[in-house]
């Protein structure tokens, strides 16, 4: 949190460091801080929205975005291209503006209008509640697995402390390490910095950013050769056509997707045919 606020105008850093000294519970429970020119500046809870009086310029979200790119936007065109960047400590940085458009690829954002600082904060051992119902002991492997729950429910997190254990480890229950490749489509699992996780995923974890699921894999399986293939949120038809090639080559897989219940897996067929699938395997 001291980087992020060190990265901020000076007044705004202020109101929020008097923020955190009114609330006590602020600085562990708060999920993003949204900035949007001409508007006021929004704390983000979960159940909670907390605004301030500072009413953001132009010129600040310009700062702001320079200090995080450290003083070099031109080096992280790219990632600015497909709207976030990843800082140090795992922080995901959103940015919304005009997009400059090319051959139907956005080239760039000018006129930079909003950026959503999206606290990273892992959680670490929330998958034990859930463990042993993924690890086969005997045949020291996991079950093909698919965790649903609505968005902001705490999926990635637990995926992220899946991954976590079941690449180094769980002593305590003879199950050993695992390889994992890990398909990290928006930096928002690993929360690489300058290539280094800066999430605990373990020991065995290969982490593969910026990708599709479709290259994620197909890198993984050429060149890692991974015993267990993670991802966040499919849904998508190339999604599950990209995951039957996976299981086919006999990785096993551990994935997420929005979803309130059972009904919903079942409401979306291309899923529901590969979860009877992996049912009968």
Do not use: W
């Amino acid at each position: 949190m001291d980087y992020i606020l060190n990265a901020l105008p000076r007044q705004i850093a202020n109101e929020i460091i008097q923020i955190f000294s009114q609330c006590s519970n602020l600085i562990n429970s708060l999920q993003e801080i949204r900035l949007r020119v001409a508007k006021p500046i929004i704390l983000k809870q979960r159940n909670r929205d907390i605004v301030l009086q500072h009413i953001v310029t132009g010129e600040e979200i310009l700062h702001i975005l320079e200090r995080f790119c450290e003083n070099s936007i031109y080096a992280y065109k790219n990632q600015i291209c497909e709207g976030f960047l990843t800082i140090r400590g795992g922080h995901r940085i959103g940015i919304t503006g005009s997009c400059v458009i090319e051959n139907g690829k956005i080239i760039n954002i000018k006129y930079i209008s909003s950026l959503n600082i999206r606290i990273a904060r892992q959680v670490i051992g929330c998958s034990n509640s859930i463990i042993n119902e993924i690890i086969d002991i005997k045949n020291q492997t996991i079950l093909n697995t698919l965790l649903v729950s609505p968005p902001g429910k705490g999926k990635t997190t637990m995926l992220r402390d899946l991954v976590r254990q079941i690449s180094n480890g769980i002593n305590s229950k003879g199950f050993k390490g695992k390889t994992v490749g890990l398909i990290d489509e928006r930096g928002e699992i690993a929360a690489c910095y300058r290539g280094i996780p800066q999430n605990d995923v373990g020991i065995r974890t290969d982490v593969i950013e910026n990708v599709s699921k479709e290259k994620g894999v197909e890198i993984l399986l050429r060149s890692m050769a991974p015993e267990i293939i993670a991802c966040d949120e499919i849904g998508t038809l190339q999604d599950i056509q990209t995951i039957q090639k996976m299981l086919i080559s006999g990785v096993k897989g551990l994935f997420t997707m929005h979803g309130s219940s059972i009904e919903d897996v079942e409401k979306n067929s291309e899923i529901n045919k590969m979860v009877e699938k992996i049912i009968v395997l």
